[in-house]
């Protein structure tokens, strides 16, 4: 292994200054997270950032946020899902990515503002994510976007969500293919054994004990944790997804659960690559005050991906 990177450590240390995650209620860790100092977003140059509010299947409202690049249009499409547990975080938390996001590949970025745990359990998020996708696929031509090429994109939570609609469009015979999926450090198992699960238990931004936390507040049932749409390396068939990048952090409880979903797109068949990001932790790509540089290289790896399908 690469030891960790000088500004890796010092971002640990200020991390771990805070009360653990597994120590507190939900309530009590979404208080002290809102009273934390706000890094201001250095946002990308694009022509439009829109906010709106969307209708989901049992007549609740969500906020998505529209990220549109500068030209003409129309624009292929990334739908972002944030990460945070299932339980933690809103539109703000991967703001300046999205907007970096679309800068550089020159799509539109779409990210989803999905309802949390404990309020609205699993499978809720998992329903908010697929319909917003079918409000996206509907709704395309209204904000200049290409219903035609979708990609699905996230990071931890988010990325565990982006897999559950990949499941949910490749069971429907009457939806068109999801273009691609990108999955950042994503959560594909809720069993916490991994050896990197291991190696990485504590100090390293995201314990075991915090994952075990989001769990309990996400999933309701050990029959809940048994679906694939929430563990879906408990999938049996992995033939149906679209092409697939994936990235994992070098020192992250989640690493080997990432590559060992990749390992199995691709022996089912389907063209997977997935990049271990060296020296650096979970949650990188949106602590964009830290890991500018490995944001801007991940970007770019993103944007080489899609411009070659």
């Known amino acids: 292994m690469n030891a960790l990177y000088e500004h890796t450590k010092q971002y640990l240390n200020q991390l771990n200054e805070i009360p653990s995650l597994a120590s507190l209620t939900y309530k009590e860790a979404r208080e002290i997270r809102a009273k934390l100092p706000k890094k201001e977003a250095k946002l990308a140059d694009l022509a439009k950032i829109e906010d709106r509010s969307i209708s989901m299947r049992d007549g609740a409202e969500i906020g998505i946020r529209i990220y549109t ?3 003409n249009g129309p624009f292929n499409i990334i739908m972002y899902y944030h990460g945070g547990g299932w339980v933690l975080n809103d539109l703000s938390t991967c703001h300046e990515s999205c907007s970096r996001l679309a800068f550089t590949t020159g799509q539109i970025v779409v990210s989803v503002e999905y309802r949390l745990a404990p309020e609205h359990p ?8 697929f319909d917003s996708y079918l409000w996206v696929v509907q709704h395309a031509e209204s904000f200049n976007g290409n219903a035609r090429k979708i990609s699905v994109a996230g990071d931890s939570a988010g990325g565990n969500l982006a897999i559950a609609v990949c499941q949910l469009v490749s069971q429907s015979s009457e939806l068109q293919p999801i273009h691609a999926q990108i999955l950042l450090y994503p959560v594909t198992d809720l069993s916490f054994h991994s050896n990197s699960y291991k190696l990485f238990e504590k100090g390293f931004g995201l314990d075991k004990d915090v994952m075990q936390w989001f769990s309990r507040y996400y999933i309701s049932s050990s029959h809940d944790a048994q679906n694939p749409l929430a563990a879906p390396l408990l999938l049996k068939d992995f033939s149906n997804f679209p ?6 952090a070098e020192y992250d409880v989640l690493r080997d659960e990432a590559l060992l979903f990749g390992e ?10 997935s990049i271990i990001m060296e020296g650096i932790v979970h949650s990188y790509f949106t602590q964009n005050h830290v890991f500018h540089e490995e944001i801007a290289c991940t970007i770019q790896h993103i944007e080489a991906f899609l411009n070659d399908l």
Do not use: N, R
């Open 122 to 129: 699993f499978p809720i998020p998992v329903y908010d994510s």
């Open 264 to 273: 199995k797109l691709s022996v089912m068949g389907t063209p997977t690559k």
């Open 243 to 248: 092409e697939t990048l994936i990235f994992a």
């Open 69 to 71: 690049p500068h030209g």
